[in-house]
């Protein structure tokens, strides 16, 4: 059975084709239209999932559709006519903006099938998010956690799964929302909101909560029961308006960021937020592990990718450990809606675990070679890519690394990445300045060699997808500088040579030549574009940017 799941409603458009319940390909359309965040219509992807497996339109048996338009629909226009003066921005979100969405689906309908093909499942968004994310979890049982800005219009799930069966016990609806506060709070640190929200994050660390910690911990509560409750008084979102801040909001935080420079209090409201967040998040736990008997939980939506969040529950929940997809944001409920149909439309048994995010495109080395060869690139085949990039990155050069199937999900995973040597102190500054062209503070990511993780980082346990903030430990601070973030911490990824043998084989061999088994990595882009999709792309990057070496394939590219 083959099903072609689709996210475009909102952002982060993706296709997905399983295969007799495989997970087969999964390809964002920003990698292919080079739109970061685009929410158009999945086309290319869609093709690109099909030209990779040599499927016609006529070989697809259902496609899945990670929401449902009706749901919610009457409490949208009673929420509309009651609450909003300007009905505008409403209709244009709420109808137009939804119709536009429909028929760009029913137009691709029609042009692959004219004649009439399979049927089209409508799976709501937080099912898409939280049920999709609990069928390709390694549990047989565990509760459920969704939280996000919003979907139809609920913007949490708490629930519980076991099998092929999810059920839902709350759901908070639009505008309670922690999704939309921290959006809000992502739009006064002078980020755009429902993009930046990493950036915010990143500089919480920066900043003392205290200040503010009382009044936003007023601002935002949740019930004895799960149900998410928000002091309106101090937003504009919930009006579909251009500022997610009202006046109120500025009177009691002080004025937004403008240009360049952070205030203080800058700083102490994104650490405010971010304190609030995480515990909100601990209570609604709480209340999971009191209401089911299950010892892990499963953590999905936007706000999942937030992975300081994710480290205070790993650290502080009472669950053993956690299970956050890799496209846990909107990208990943085309994966959860094709699980859905497939599981609990068709009843098919649970066959797949998510734990391999490399399921995009590829390139040989022939197709690598022909490229090169057009461009008339100086570039040198070696037979041990891996050891001749660890030597350089040894000697403090910094390298695009381009290997394999792309990886689903916002994080480079060590087949679309730029690497660089940790032990060096200036490498931080080096490459936000040189290569990523982007705000100085922003720290970067760790990966570590799962046999060796625990020397360098507290035990969080498996963290693959680079979805979990830890602490450094205290005495390889100093040994690890250009990933150790102001506060001490790191987002780790660990790297396991079943999953990924060659990026394995990359950091082993650096290791054997620094005595540390660990690299910075980043995401093959500049800021303000995807991740490199191709050769093409990885060739425009690596001249376009500071980057001293590429390794394409089998292929090494320097710069004089």
């Not at 300045?433 to 705000?439: G, I, L, Q, W």
Request: overall charge neutral.
């Amino acid at each position: 059975m083959n099903i072609l799941g689709l996210n475009y409603f909102f952002h982060d458009s993706t296709a997905c084709l399983l295969v007799d319940g495989r997970m087969a390909a999964v390809i964002e359309e920003e990698r292919l239209t080079r739109n970061k965040h685009t929410g158009e219509f999945p086309e290319k992807a869609i093709q690109r999932c099909l030209d990779m497996y040599n499927l016609k339109p006529s070989d697809i048996d259902a496609v899945a559709v990670s929401i449902k338009p009706s749901k919610d629909w009457f409490t949208k226009i009673l929420y509309g006519l009651s609450h909003i003066t300007n009905a505008r921005p409403f209709l244009k979100h709420e109808v137009l903006r939804a119709r536009h969405k429909q028929r760009s689906l029913w137009n691709w309908y029609r042009k692959m099938w004219p004649s009439g093909g399979p049927r089209v499942h409508f799976v709501p968004h937080h099912e898409s998010h939280a049920a999709g994310s609990f069928l390709v979890s390694p549990y047989e049982s565990a509760a459920i956690l969704s939280l996000d800005g919003s979907g139809e219009w609920a913007t949490s799930f708490l629930g519980e799964g076991e099998g092929t069966q999810v059920r839902c016990f709350q759901q908070s609806y639009f505008p309670m929302s922690l999704g939309s506060i921290y959006e809000a709070a992502t739009e006064f640190c002078g980020f755009k909101p429902n993009y930046d929200e990493g950036k915010t994050m990143g500089l919480a660390p920066f900043g003392d909560p205290k200040p503010f910690q009382k009044i936003v911990s007023d601002i935002v509560k949740v019930d004895e029961d799960g149900a998410i409750r928000i002091d309106l008084s101090y937003f504009n979102y919930q009006f579909w308006g251009y500022q997610r801040c009202n006046q109120k909001f500025y009177d009691t935080f002080g004025q937004p960021r403008k240009g360049k420079d952070f205030a203080d209090h800058h700083h102490n409201v994104a650490a405010a937020f971010q304190h609030v967040l995480e515990e909100r998040a601990l209570e609604l736990c709480a209340i999971l592990r009191k209401k089911t008997p299950h010892r892990h939980l499963i953590i999905s939506g936007g706000v999942a990718l937030n992975s300081v969040m994710n480290g205070h529950i790993v650290r502080e929940s009472d669950f053993d450990d956690i299970y956050v997809m890799p496209a846990a944001g909107d990208n990943g409920t085309s994966i959860g809606a094709a699980y859905y149909v497939y599981h609990v439309v068709h009843g098919h048994p649970r066959t797949q675990v998510h734990d391999d995010p490399y399921l995009g495109t590829s390139y040989s080395d022939e197709e690598i070679g022909k490229l090169i060869r057009e461009c008339k690139l100086p570039a040198v085949k070696h037979d041990d890519i891996a050891g001749e990039a660890a030597r350089l990155l040894a000697e403090g050069r910094i390298l695009g690394w381009f290997q394999g199937r792309m990886e689903i999900g916002p994080r480079a995973l060590g087949n679309r990445s730029i690497l660089a040597n940790p032990t060096l102190p200036h490498m931080k500054d080096k490459i936000n300045a040189e290569v990523k062209h982007r705000e100085a503070y922003r720290p970067f990511a760790p990966s570590a060699i799962v046999e060796k993780q625990s020397v360098y980082f507290d035990n969080i346990g498996d963290s693959p997808f680079m979805l979990k903030v830890c602490p450094v430990r205290p005495e390889m601070r100093d040994k690890l500088p250009a990933i150790t973030h102001v506060d001490g911490s790191a987002r780790l990824q660990t790297v396991s040579k079943d999953i990924n043998p060659m990026y394995h084989e990359l950091i082993s061999k650096f290791g054997e030549k620094t005595g540390v088994p660990v690299l910075l990595n980043t995401s093959f882009n500049i800021m303000g574009e995807p991740i490199v999709e191709s050769p093409v792309n990885a060739i425009r990057c690596f001249f376009s940017t500071g980057l001293d070496a590429l390794a394409l394939g089998s292929y090494l590219i320097r710069k004089s």
